[in-house]
Nanobody, 117 residues
Framework: QVQLVESGGGLVQAGGSLRLSCAASGSISSITVMGWYRQAPGKQREAIASITSGGSTYYRDSVKGRFAISRDNAKNTVYLQMNSLKPEDTAVYYC???????????WGQGTQVTVSS
């Protein structure tokens, strides 16, 4: 089992920045990919960024150039630096860990990000 605890959400004005953190505990060695998803009211949850154990990254087109994902393996923590935030970035952001060997996804509890115009 893997436990994920997110922090760093909040209210920010358009153009501002926030940094989300996701601390992982438990069976850390099983994790292949860690990433961030978000879900806005009335919309489906969408993947926005991920990073593999080897450091390869993926970004959704709508956040490219504005968001940056990174990981600190010593702290078992993944970060999402969000810059130039827009009102359409408003959503609940979820941390995700994927263990490829057992095809298991783990989710954090979510953290609210609200961007005011």
């Amino acid at each position: 089992q893997v436990q994920l605890v997110e922090s760093g959400g909040g209210l920010v004005q358009a153009g501002g920045s926030l940094r989300l953190s996701c601390a992982a505990s438990g069976s850390i060695s099983s994790i292949t990919v860690m990433g961030w998803y978000r879900q806005a009211p009335g919309k489906q949850r969408e993947a926005i960024a991920s990073i593999t154990s080897g450091g390869s990254t993926y970004y959704r087109d709508s956040v490219k150039g504005r968001f940056a994902i990174s990981r600190d393996n010593a702290k078992n923590t993944v970060y999402l630096q969000m810059n130039s935030l827009k009102p359409e970035d408003t959503a609940v952001y979820y941390c995700n860990a994927f263990a490829m060997a057992i095809h298991q996804h783990y989710w954090g509890q979510g953290t609210q990000v609200t961007v005011s115009s």
